[in-house]
């Protein structure tokens, strides 16, 4: 027997209309490519994407068309997501961080039909438009004043372009789980992946993510999104925000410490998210001018691990909490978050701060397990460390156009490529790449570890560990460092402080210091390029 409830479809439109209802005059404030802050509300973003809609059906959008965004977190960036959806074509989030051929291959599998681009990005277009042949328009985020000279194909400047539309228009109607939003992963290893949002996956996760434990937010909050819409659907915070009402700060292009402060306290930011290494900068800055923030409640942090000195300087420092996040491009993206347990809740603040170097716990609609290489799932006991493998409503089920095939197991779980431990509490731990997990001797050694406990010491300023072959273990890892300034780390030293924290067999076998160690596009450690520069290196123990 069917319950007799209504079928009121999750579509993701709905979201502006509520918050233009309950929350209309709610203000989406936005720091602009071309300069000064720039103040609207909810119920304007829901006239203007309503209009946005209208326009692109005037050419000749429809449902399921590819529509690009190559944008910062700004307004103009936040109607051109629901205009595209409120038409049941699809946004496409294009990172300008990608090397430009990876833009290029991933603007043409997407075969987007109109991009939306910001100012800065347009000579990035110029560079690839000859190659992207699908490409029938391009909709500068400006107005006719800002407009910049472009041979870009029947280039527009946003504004002009809208107000060829009066507003006199309604949301498409389709099913939930319509396509609505293409996420690209940033492909380290082959070529990106499109993961492939619905209106129901972004609904379900918005809320799922953002609940009190989670990323926490409500409509007292000020939040601002740092993480960009263009990387891994900005954390949902495009959806949760105007859902549940949150004021929405855009910081546009300028992320460093001191423009993020400055919007923090114009703004009465109180919760905020982002990758560690913006975070670095606001700390550097704010110990650097002895300033704090005034009203900022609670930080996420993601995307990589939160190293445990940040941890500290929010809480302890600045009595800011911290929710570390987990999750991935493939999980809408968040996956788990770290908010304190009731069971957990009387232990002393210093195991508290460790247990929150851990990635949290997964959020009702995330389901996790760990398995070995043969597949049988591993205890909860914080110690045997696994492949992690997910389920749930905002997961992949396969990438756009079948891309890599079946990436479900046969209990349609997803394989995140993650290699982690879960306590028996429910705190997930992630301990490795499963492509950069250390296999020696038949067991394995967690790179992620060792740099976490070699970044300690007092003359290393970063740290990766990789895989070096050996004739006798099959692998054993080499430690991998950039010197603080004006330092240089001994091997011995270095090793003698490790000895302490990692057991005996994880030890390094040996040191070697560089000025730099190369990042991905997204900020990652990329492991696959240190093991090349490495790949004629010899171990001295082999
Ligand atoms: P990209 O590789 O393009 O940055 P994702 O954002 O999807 O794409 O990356 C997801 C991966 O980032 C995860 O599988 C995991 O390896 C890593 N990651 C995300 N959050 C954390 C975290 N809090 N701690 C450690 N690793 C993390």
């Known amino acids: 027997m069917l319950g007799l409830m209504q079928d009121w479809p999750l579509l993701l439109h709905k979201i502006i209309d509520f918050a233009a209802i309950q929350h209309g005059g709610r203000e989406v404030v936005s720091r602009t490519i071309e300069g000064p802050m720039h103040r609207s509300n909810y119920r304007q973003i829901r006239d203007r994407s309503l209009r946005v809609a209208q326009r692109l059906k005037r050419d000749g959008v429809r449902l399921g068309d590819r529509v690009a965004t190559l944008a910062w977190n700004g307004y103009r960036h936040l109607e051109a997501w629901y205009g595209i959806v ?3 074509a699809i946004y496409h989030t294009v990172n300008p961080r990608l090397f430009p051929e990876q833009i290029a291959w991933i603007i043409n599998h997407a075969e987007d039909r109109i991009v939306f681009v910001d100012l800065t990005f347009v000579p990035l277009l110029e560079a690839l438009a000859d190659k992207l042949p699908s490409v029938e328009r391009y909709v500068v985020l400006t107005d ?7 041979k870009l194909r029947n280039a527009v400047p946003y504004e002009e372009w809208l107000a060829e539309a009066d507003g006199d228009f ?3 109607e389709f099913e939930e789980r319509t396509a609505a939003g293409l996420c690209y992963t940033s492909g380290t290893t082959g070529n990106p992946k499109g993961v492939l949002y619905s209106h129901r ?3 379900l996760h918005s809320m799922a993510s953002t609940n009190g434990d989670g990323l926490h937010i409500e409509s007292a909050d000020s939040v601002l999104p740092i993480v960009p819409m263009f990387h891994a659907n900005s954390w949902s915070l495009a959806f949760s925000c105007p859902m549940r009402g949150a004021k929405l700060v855009m910081p546009g292009a300028k992320l460093d410490g001191a423009s993020v402060y400055e919007l923090l306290e114009s703004e009465k930011v109180t919760m905020t998210a982002a990758v560690p290494t913006v975070w670095l900068m606001l700390l550097q800055y704010l110990r650097q001018e002895n300033k704090r923030p005034t009203t900022l409640k609670l930080v996420g942090i993601g995307g990589s691990a939160c190293p445990p000195a940040m941890i ?3 809480e302890v420092d600045y009595g800011i909490e911290v929710r570390h996040a987990w999750g991935m491009t493939e999980m809408s993206p968040v996956g788990s978050t770290g908010s304190i347990k009731p069971v957990v809740a009387g232990l002393p603040r210093e195991t508290l701060l460790a247990l929150k170097e851990k990635q949290g716990w997964a959020p009702f609609g995330v389901e996790m397990k760990i ?3 043969e597949d049988n799932e591993l205890p909860w006991d914080g110690k045997k460390f696994g492949r992690l493998k997910v389920a749930g409503f905002a997961v992949s089920s396969a990438y756009f156009k079948g891309d890599g095939g079946d990436i479900l197991d046969e209990n349609g779980f997803f394989d995140t490529g993650d290699v982690a431990t879960i306590d028996p509490n429910g705190y997930m731990q992630i301990t490795d790449r499963a492509k950069d997990v250390i296999k020696s001797g038949g067991e394995w050694i967690s790179s992620i570890d060792i740099e976490n406990f070699a970044v300690g010491h007092p003359d290393i300023q ?3 560990v990789i895989g070096i072959a050996h004739p006798k273990w099959d692998e054993r890892p080499l430690l991998v460092v950039v010197p603080k300034e004006g330092r240089t780390p001994q091997r011995d030293d270095v090793i003698n402080f490790l000895q302490s924290r990692v057991a005996k ?5 040996d040191m070697q210091l560089v000025k730099e160690i190369p990042h991905t596009a997204t900020g990652k450690i990329n492991k696959m390029k240190l093991r090349e520069t490495f790949k004629d290196y010899r171990l001295p123990t082999a």
């Open 371 to 373: 398995t070995d290489d």
């Open 86 to 88: 409120g038409l049941g």
């Open 144 to 150: 006719a004043a800002h407009m910049p000279a472009t």
């Open 505 to 509: 067999w994880w030890l390094p076998d």
């Open 312 to 314: 500290r300087a929010f």
């Open 462 to 464: 970063e740290a990766a």
């Open 170 to 172: 309604r949301w498409a």
């Open 201 to 203: 996956s972004n609904v």
